[in-house]
């Protein structure tokens, strides 16, 4: 065999290089799979912790961390694609507790990014919410279909108007000068129009949109100014 083709063999081929990048986490309760130039791509915590100085390797070839698994698979995330997370609901606003939480993770595995990213409270800028408010009268859109994003409260109140009131006691006229027709002139006469005072029902409409900034929660920079809905 040439030496040319002996060389060739000693390449490792992809399949080989990525199980040997493989690995396994046992965080808390929770196991994670995934590769060491992920966790070490951000993290200086990482990068010391597999530079082989120290053995944290289990009996089934694990690597036990003392941490949170439910907090790690939020610091895990961001390592892989470096999106920052948002802890938003449209009813609550932004949990604060969990953002603190995420924090110290991130300070304990040496993210510094992400850190920073919480710590500013970039989150903040990262959620826009749009409040727009009406009063409408004989308002009839309380089953109008709206998207996720959108959120509509109405609040019902009365208030006291001048209701024009037909000569004749017509009920369809009522508030509506402009459906009296000869018939009602002819029995008002020379008198003024009629107006009595009524409790008329008007609404109150809040509608609230809720947009996330992609290009504000990543560390990616070829994002296009657009949002996207919550």
């Known amino acids: 065999m040439s030496e040319q083709g002996t060389e060739s063999e000693r390449v490792p081929s992809p399949a080989v290089q990525i199980s040997s990048d493989r690995v396994i986490l046992q965080v808390g309760d929770r196991r994670f799979t995934t590769t060491k130039s992920t966790l070490m791509d951000g993290s200086d915590w990482f990068r010391a912790f597999f530079s082989g100085r120290w053995n944290h390797e289990l009996m089934d070839g694990a690597y036990f961390i003392d941490a949170d698994g439910d907090l790690f ?22 949990n604060r507790a969990m953002y603190l939480a995420l924090m110290r993770e991130a300070e304990y595995f040496q993210i510094e990014r992400l850190r920073l990213w919480i710590e500013d409270e970039r989150y903040l800028t990262a959620v826009l919410v749009w409040y727009s408010v009406k009063v409408c009268k004989n308002y009839d859109g309380s089953k109008v279909p709206a998207p996720s994003d959108h959120e509509i409260q109405h609040i019902p109140f009365f208030e006291e108007e001048q209701v024009y009131a037909c000569p004749r006691g017509i009920s369809l006229h009522k508030g509506r000068p402009g459906a009296c027709g000869k018939q009602c002139k002819k029995v008002q006469g020379d008198a003024e129009d009629i107006y009595v005072t009524e409790e008329v029902l008007k609404m109150v409409v809040i509608e609230k949109t809720t947009s996330i900034l992609r290009y504000a929660c990543t560390e990616i920079t070829d994002w296009s100014d657009w949002v996207t809905p919550l």
């Open 73 to 94: 698979e939020h610091i895990l995330r961001y390592l892989r694609r470096k999106i920052f997370p948002i802890f938003y609901d449209n009813a609550k606003g932004h």
